[in-house]
C-alpha cells in the first residue's frame, strides 16, 4: 500500500476535523495512561449493565470521572481498530481495515510513513510504551511498535499468538522472551500478570518525565483462561455452566487455538476480575508515586463482545440491548464501554452522551499535549468534552471491515445509522435505523426514507477511500 498517497488522499476528507486549540492546552503536560480491553462489551461493566459481577475498580473511575455512552471503537475487530486509534483516521482512510495474518508471525504492517499517535507524543517530549498486544506489524516489520513511536514494548507482537495466556514466549522490544513456566503444557506463566508487571515498571522509570502509556491488554479475548486464585472466587456462581471442548493437542495448541475451558462462565467473570483490579493497581501506583494529578486515564474496549472460545455474551448480556457482536458493524460490534478520570480537571459523577470513536485519540491527546493536531486525520478532540467546555460535533462517523463472510459499512449520524452488509457490489441496499427510537436496531426503516438513505450513500462514497491491501469485492 502507498501510504503517503493514503495519507495525501484522506486530506481530502476534512470534514470532520479539527486542530488543536490553545483554549485547550493544558498548563503541564499530563500522562497519559490509554488502557485498551479486548473484546470487552458495553454491557460487560457494572457501570453499564452488568448484573452478574462488578467491576468496582473501573467503577471508581467513572464515578470519579465521566463515562461515555455513545463512544465507538475504530472497528468491529482488532487490528483495523487498533489502526484507526493509532493513525486518528476511521476505517475509510487508515492503512488496516481488517485482520491480514502474516506468516509466521503477526499480521499486514503499517508503513514507515504512517505517523501515529505515539510518534507525535515521542515528539512532544513523551516517554511512551505499549505493554499487551500490538497486531498491527510482525516483528521488524515497519510496523513493529518500536518503529512506530513507542519506546518500549512487551507482550504479544501477533493477535493469534495474542489467543493463549500461557504462551511459549512474549516480545520485550526486539527480543523474544521464553517462558520456561509454559514449556510444553505448562502453565506457570500467566502472560497478563507479566505485562502488567512491566507496564507497572515503566510507570515508575518514567514517573518524573511525561508519559504515554498504551495498555491494549489481551483481556477478555478468545481463550478463556484465569489464574487459580480467580477461578476460585468465581466458581459456581454462573450456572447452568458452559463447557467447551477446545484444543489441548497439536501444533494450534498455544499457537492460536483455544484451550478447553469446563468452567467457561467463572473464567470470563475471573478475566473481567482481574483486569479491574489491574486497573485499580494502575491507579494506586499513580497515587504512591504522587502524579495521580497529572494522568488522565482512559478505559475502553477494541470491539464488541465474541463468541469464540466459550465466550457466552448472550448469558452475561455481554452487549446491553445493542444489536450484533465483534464482527458486526451493527451497535454491539462497535459501540463500546468508555471511562475518563483526571483527578482535579474532569469534574466527577458526570455521564455524557457525546457522539465519539477511536480515531478523536489523536486530537485529543494533542491538546493534551499542547502540539497541532495532524491535518489529515478524521478526529475531533475531545478535550472540551473533559473539561467540560463547548464540544465540536462530528457530522458523521464511519466504519467498513473487510472480510469474515463479507465486506461492511456502517454510518453514524446523529440519530440515524446506517448499515451495508455483505457488499458485491456499489448499489448494495442499506438498512437504516433510527437510533433514538430503535437502539436496538430491530426495524429497518430504510423504504420509509428513501431521501436518507440517498444521503447515506453520498456519505458512504465520500468517507470510503480504495485501498489497495483491503479493497472491497466489487473494486478488485
Not at 87 to 106: D, F, K
Not at 164 to 186: A, S
Not at 257 to 284: K, R, T, W
Not at 305 to 330: C, I, Q, S, T, W
Amino acid at each position: 500500500m502507498n501510504n503517503t498517497l493514503l495519507l495525501a488522499g484522506a486530506s481530502l476528507f476534512l470534514g470532520t476535523a479539527c486542530t488543536g486549540t490553545a483554549k485547550n492546552k493544558p498548563e503541564e503536560k499530563p500522562n497519559i495512561v490509554y488502557i485498551l480491553a479486548d473484546d470487552m462489551g458495553y454491557g460487560d461493566l457494572s457501570s453499564y449493565g452488568q448484573q452478574k459481577f462488578q467491576t468496582p475498580n473501573i467503577d471508581k473511575l467513572a464515578n470519579g470521572g465521566i463515562r461515555f455512552t455513545q463512544h465507538y471503537s475504530g472497528c468491529t475487530v482488532c487490528a483495523p481498530s487498533r489502526s484507526s486509534l493509532m493513525t486518528g483516521m476511521h476505517t475509510g482512510h487508515t492503512p488496516i481495515r481488517g485482520n491480514y495474518e502474516m506468516e509466521p508471525e503477526g499480521q499486514y504492517p503499517i508503513a514507515k510513513e504512517t505517523f501515529t499517535v505515539a510518534e507525535m507524543l515521542k515528539e512532544a517530549g513523551y516517554a511512551t510504551g505499549a505493554f499487551g498486544k500490538w497486531g498491527l506489524g510482525y516483528p521488524g516489520s515497519e510496523g513493529d511498535p518500536n518503529r512506530q513511536g513507542f519506546d518500549e514494548f512487551y507482550g504479544y507482537n501477533c493477535q493469534r499468538q495474542g489467543h493463549n495466556y500461557y504462551p511459549y514466549y512474549l516480545w520485550h522490544n526486539q527480543q523474544k522472551e521464553i517462558l520456561e513456566g509454559n514449556k510444553d503444557h505448562e502453565t506457570g506463566d500467566y502472560a497478563p500478570e507479566l505485562i502488567h508487571r512491566q507496564a507497572l515498571k515503566f510507570i515508575e522509570d518514567h514517573k518524573d518525565e511525561p508519559f504515554f502509556l498504551y495498555y491494549p491488554s489481551i483481556i477478555p479475548h478468545a481463550e478463556l483462561v484465569a489464574p487459580e486464585n480467580y477461578m476460585e472466587k468465581h466458581r459456581g456462581k454462573y450456572e447452568p455452566e458452559k463447557n467447551y471442548k477446545g484444543v489441548d493437542e497439536g501444533p494450534s495448541y498455544k499457537n492460536g487455538g483455544y484451550c478447553s475451558q469446563p468452567e467457561a462462565h467463572a473464567a470470563f467473570a475471573a478475566m473481567i476480575n482481574l483486569l479491574d483490579d489491574q486497573v485499580g493497581e494502575i491507579v494506586a501506583k499513580l497515587e504512591e508515586l504522587g502524579i495521580a494529578d497529572n494522568t488522565l486515564i482512559i478505559v475502553t474496549s477494541d470491539n464488541g463482545p465474541h463468541m469464540e472460545g466459550g465466550a457466552d455474551p448472550n448469558y452475561f448480556n455481554g452487549n446491553n440491548v445493542f444489536r450484533g457482536f465483534k464482527r458486526d458493524l451493527y451497535e454491539g460490534g462497535i459501540r463500546v464501554p468508555m471511562v475518563a478520570a483526571w483527578p482535579g480537571k474532569i469534574k466527577a459523577g458526570q455521564v455524557s452522551d457525546h457522539i465519539s470513536a477511536f480515531w478523536d485519540m489523536m486530537p485529543t491527546f494533542a491538546d493534551l499535549a499542547g502540539v497541532k493536531t495532524p491535518e489529515n486525520i478524521d478526529g475531533i478532540s475531545m478535550l472540551p468534552t473533559l473539561l467540560g467546555d463547548k464540544q465540536p460535533e462530528h457530522d458523521y462517523l464511519y466504519w467498513e471491515f473487510h472480510g469474515y463472510g463479507g465486506d461492511k459499512q456502517a454510518i453514524r449520524q446523529g440519530k440515524w445509522k446506517a448499515v451495508r452488509n455483505h457488499i458485491e457490489a456499489e448499489d448494495t441496499p442499506i438498512e437504516l435505523y433510527d437510533l433514538s427510537a430503535d437502539p436496538s436496531e430491530q426495524t429497518n426503516i430504510a423504504e420509509q426514507f428513501p431521501e436518507k438513505v440517498e444521503e447515506m450513500k453520498a456519505l458512504f462514497d465520500q468517507a470510503h477511500q480504495k485501498s489497495t491491501i483491503f479493497p472491497f469485492a466489487y473494486e478488485k
